[in-house]
């Protein structure tokens, strides 16, 4: 009898004893061995693993996963990692804020571009890739001197000179051969909106590592940016609506925090528009990646 409470009482302490951690040490742990690059510093996931805060796996079966671990996470031995050293991985885990609860992917609302081969001088005048509420998008060949008519401020994103962006004010147009032959025509309707707060807990999308600035006036701010392969841009919460100009061939693969996730392909030309209070991490998973980026005040 004394002999199974001792044995009772040994497993309820293998099972439920959360040893004492310094959630300090641990941050500074899950960084410096790299737990980070694929569970998020947040370890809330990201592009490669799964979400681990704040609600890791009881202590025991964190340690012998940490130690021998399944599918693509390496495995961390005593000498890299002591069980103190997990102890406080695992503090700093249970002390991370919650992520916010649903999060949009990438593009609910994708807008697939008009086939380029039909943009003919004949189909230009036809319909806009996207209208709504913020905007009015067309894709513009100088084959087209007369349409589209833009009636506000507009933005024109050259497709053919990647990079080029001009801006107009209240319904005049840019020349589209000077901007190469072929541009996205973004017309702006008079709805701002104040970008929202974030409390999110991750940066905003822009600016962020490797982005231009191509300009910015009191209704937008334009980004130039390249996705590197193998290179996931940091988890970053949008908090303006957006028109993406995709100018390369390729799939981005976007992640939320809870770790679900979604690829999107895209062609030279292909403009999506974006809403905002979204929280996401992106990486190239095919061809190249290059966008010109114009987010609405
Ligand atoms: C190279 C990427 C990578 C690194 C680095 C990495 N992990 Fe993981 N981790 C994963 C993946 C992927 C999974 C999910 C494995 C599966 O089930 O296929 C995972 C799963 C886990 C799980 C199990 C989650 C569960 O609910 O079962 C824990 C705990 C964990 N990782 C902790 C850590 C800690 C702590 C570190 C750093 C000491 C770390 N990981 C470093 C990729 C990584």
Sequence with gaps: MRYLLILAAAVLLQTSATPAGDADNGKTLFVKVGCYQCHNYEGHGGAAGARIAPNPPPFRGFVSYVRSPKGDMPPYREKTLSE????????????????????????????????????????????????????????VTAADPNGPRVEGDSVWVSVS??????????????????????????????????????????????????VRKVLENERIIVWDYSWTPNQPTPMHFHDKDVV??????????????????????????????NLRDRVHTEVLAKGSGRAVITELK
């Design 84 to 139: 103190q050293d997990l102890a406080d991985i695992y503090a700093y885990l249970r002390s991370r804020p919650r992520p916010p609860a649903a999060v949009p992917l990438l593009t609910s609302d994708p807008v697939p571009v008009r086939n380029p081969a039909a943009a003919s001088s004949a189909d230009v005048s036809g319909k806009p890739l996207i209208d709504n509420e913020r905007v009015t998008v067309w894709d």
């Design 161 to 210: 000179r990647p990079g080029e962006v001009v801006v107009k004010s209240k319904g005049a147009r840019a020349d589209i051969a000077a901007l190469g032959g072929r541009a996205i025509a973004i017309d702006l309707k008079n709805a701002s909106k104040p970008p929202l707060e974030n409390k999110s807990g991750y940066p905003n999308a822009f600016p962020r590592p490797g």
């Design 244 to 273: 993406v100009v995709y100018l390369a061939d390729g799939a981005l693969k976007s992640t939320t925090p809870d770790g679900q996730s979604t690829t999107n392909e895209f062609s030279v030309g292909t403009t999506r528009f």
